[in-house]
């Protein structure tokens, strides 16, 4: 299958390797990744914070990108969520964007969503010998309804142990420029998922959004706990052969 | 006269404060998820019938809004048949007198209070002192705040904030002055406590001779006024006085009697975690020889009607206050209510309290911007508004309005580098070559940040610098 990818914003900035993660698995598992070139942003940070026009334009950007690809994998739950969820509510309906994105938005996919539902795989392939802990992110649990998809690709790696993470369901308290606006409250969520993430007895704490990740990770490095966060991506493409990528 | 929550700082200032409070985190952490877990039980018990009662609910809120006029003036005339007595108030200052005249009518100066909201909302408490009447509240909860000076940090458990052995304190300083003291050698167990509230307040219930209320639903076609409480002591004040005055925001209403058989089953559960509440009270009118012989029922406005006209907003008038959203809200959790500004806290209080008040106030510019959008407080109300949407709806407003010019700049630089990748492409160049440079800890508003997180390092080379090496078979 021909595959384009949405790397976003934040991942093409500031974590290349998930990308590169998404590219090597899709290729071993024999698809086509094609990365169209005008892609930017989904809009999010615009969008949540309240600023609706630039938030709109960045959606008929990426509508002209994607809208003849067959599938858009985009390996981060929150873009995949405002692309699916808030994207509807951006153009007036019967508006052109509001057509365009009724029919664009089907075929956008976060990764677990597009291995499980869209190529039917579980069992990718990889070899990932340590604890891992998964942590559902609030978008890919309640907006997206991953449910147990991430679960089911990640008991089938080799290797990996799956350990419990206590308040699996609670929020990190990233939320975009939450984290700055209230960053009180946010260090305080994001010491309480660090605690619980510490407590699984996991090494690597992974999840469906550097977004997330970054908020949690950046906690357990000033913790200095040497807890370390992947993306799912990462562990999914890692193999015997290969090894963990960089 | 009680304490007010005018002058608590925007909600940042106001929530640094109280996460920096290790007893509050500690005793609200407790409750919450206490309350959280009994409720996640009683829902689940429903299965698919839960979502079926909650687009119901949903759906006789939306309906009863959109033709809101109408209900209210069936329920005005069936009240008035029934031999109660309808009072309009555009706004708490008219809700106010039109109580205090009711009270002064009767020649009394002491009133029991049901615990409500709507009187909350109006302080009617400050303006009753103010023309020498005493309420004297009679909900446990709002007892130990009356008795304490301090402000409600709930919409059900209003002393959420407090443990025990602080409310043992509240008792022991202040009962003697409001009634019957607490009694000597008064522990801390929760079931001592109850008894000591419960000896005060009964001496209380049987002397007073005017009661105040809200209602949780009032019945359009009947004129009927419902009260589910889980005390008793609601019921006490609305059977033993003479005289009922009943302060209803608008928006309580409801077409028929058949309408509570979804509130009923949804309200307790979404509330106490009970499948059904211990007391429900409800009464028509007046009936001679049975409970207060004169009833009056204040209707209350007070910014409700331009809350309507928010196509977005307006849902927020669907609330039926169970408080299920703040017993969820991880932000709530950590800051409890008072850090709100407002007698409705958490996710409920952060859409509802700015678009009642209007933003023009700092404290209520912050208010929308008092959650991560995790969607936990959508996933559980009862009548499926859209906290996250009206949320971001409300932002849209503030971002709209003057000021907040650091970071409407930052919104615009955001947006140019965003508007072309090659823009994106050449600011990533200037970061990857600028890497070292960043500091690992950041001034100004950055700080918030790097304050108690770690950046994660800026990578030589963007996805999108690899992918064109990648294709040309370079990596
Ligand atoms: S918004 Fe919903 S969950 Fe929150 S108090 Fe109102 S009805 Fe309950």
């Known amino acids: ?246 | 006269m009680s304490a007010t929550f005018l002058g608590i700082p925007p909600f940042p200032e106001a929530a640094r404060a109280a996460v920096d409070d290790s007893r509050l985190r500690h005793n609200l952490r407790k409750a919450t998820h206490t309350i959280r877990d009994k409720r996640g039980a009683v829902v689940t018990e429903l299965e698919e019938d839960w979502e079926r009662l909650r687009s119901e609910g949903a759906a006789i809120k939306s309906h009863t809004l959109r033709h809101l006029d109408h209900y209210l003036e069936q329920l005005e005339s069936s009240v008035e048949r029934a031999g109660g007595h309808v009072h309009w108030a555009a706004d708490a200052a008219e809700a106010n007198a039109i109580v205090t005249r009711l009270v002064q009518a009767t020649g009394e100066t002491d009133v029991v209070k049901v615990k409500s909201m709507a009187t909350q909302e109006i302080e009617l408490n400050n303006a009753l002192a103010e023309a020498g009447i005493t309420a004297y509240e009679t909900d446990l909860a709002e007892l130990i705040v009356q008795l304490g000076d301090d402000l409600p940090s709930h919409i059900l458990v209003p002393a959420i904030h407090l443990g025990r052995s602080q409310i043992r304190e509240i008792f022991l300083d202040q009962m003697a002055e409001w009634g019957v003291a607490a009694p000597e050698g008064l522990t801390d167990d929760p079931r001592a406590l109850a008894e000591a509230a419960r000896v005060h307040l009964r001496e209380r219930f049987l002397r007073t001779r005017t009661a105040i209320s809200g209602a949780n639903f009032a019945v359009a076609d009947s004129g009927t006024l419902v009260v589910l409480e889980s005390e008793g002591n609601g019921r006490m004040c609305l059977t033993l006085p003479e005289t009922l005055i009943s302060v209803v925001g608008i928006e309580k209403i409801v077409p028929t009697w058949a309408d509570l058989e979804v509130f009923m089953q949804t309200l307790p559960r979404s509330s106490t975690g009970e499948r059904m509440n211990p007391y429900t009270s409800t009464w028509t009118g007046v009936t001679p020889g049975d409970g207060p012989q004169e009833f009056h029922l204040v209707l209350l406005d007070n910014g409700r009607t331009d809350v309507l006209a928010d196509t977005v907003g307006r849902q927020a008038l669907r609330c039926i206050r169970c408080s299920a959203c703040l017993n969820t809200c991880p932000v709530y959790e950590r800051t409890g209510g008072h850090a709100y500004g407002s007698v409705y806290p958490g996710p409920i209080g952060a859409i509802l309290t700015p678009q009642l008040r209007g933003m023009s106030s700092e404290v209520d510019e912050a208010l929308p911007y008092a959650s991560s959008l995790c969607g936990a407080c959508y996933e559980v109300c009862p009548v499926a508004i859209d906290i996250p949407e009206v949320l971001v709806h409300l932002r849209e407003e503030v971002a709209a309005g003057p000021g907040h010019l650091g970071e409407k700049a930052m919104m615009k630089g955001a947006e140019a580098v965003l508007g072309s990748s090659h823009a994106l492409n050449a600011a990533q160049h200037a970061a990857g070559a600028a890497r070292n440079l960043v500091p690992r800890h950041l001034p100004g508003m950055a700080g918030a940040w790097t304050d108690t997180r770690d950046l994660p390092d800026v990578p030589a080379e963007s996805f999108r610098q690899w992918w064109n090496k990648h294709e040309k078979g370079q990596s």
């Open chain 1, 1 to 246: 299958m021909r595959i384009a990818l949405f790397i976003t914003c934040v991942n093409d900035t500031l974590f290349p390797d998930t990308g590169r993660h998404v590219v090597r698995l899709l290729e071993r598992l024999g698809h086509e990744v094609v990365f169209p070139e005008g892609q930017t942003c989904c809009g999010q940070m615009h969008y949540n914070t309240g600023y609706r026009r630039p938030a709109a334009k960045l959606a008929v950007r990426f509508v002209r990108t994607f809208e003849d690809a067959d599938a858009v994998v985009v390996p981060s739950g929150s873009c995949a969520a405002m692309i699916r969820d808030n994207y509807p509510r951006l153009g007036g309906s019967g508006s052109r964007l509001s057509r365009k994105v009724a029919g664009l938005a089907p075929r956008v996919y976060d990764l677990t969503e597009l291995l499980v539902d869209v190529l039917g795989v579980t069992d990718v392939g990889a070899y990932y010998p340590h604890k891992v802990a998964y942590h559902p992110t609030c978008h890919g649990l309640r907006m997206l309804g991953l449910g147990d998809r991430p679960y089911r690709l990640l008991r089938a790696v080799r290797g990996l142990e799956l350990v419990e993470l206590a308040g699996a369901t609670e929020c990190c308290g990233f939320g975009g420029t939450f984290a700055v606006k209230n960053g009180d409250v946010s260090s305080a969520m994001g010491a309480d998922k660090a605690r619980h993430a510490v407590e699984s007895g996991a090494e690597v704490l992974c999840a469906v959004d550097n977004s997330c990740l970054m908020h949690i990770g950046g906690t357990l490095s000033r913790q200095r706990s040497g807890l370390r966060v992947a993306h799912i991506a990462e562990i999914l493409a890692s193999t015997e052969k290969e090894g963990a990528l960089r």
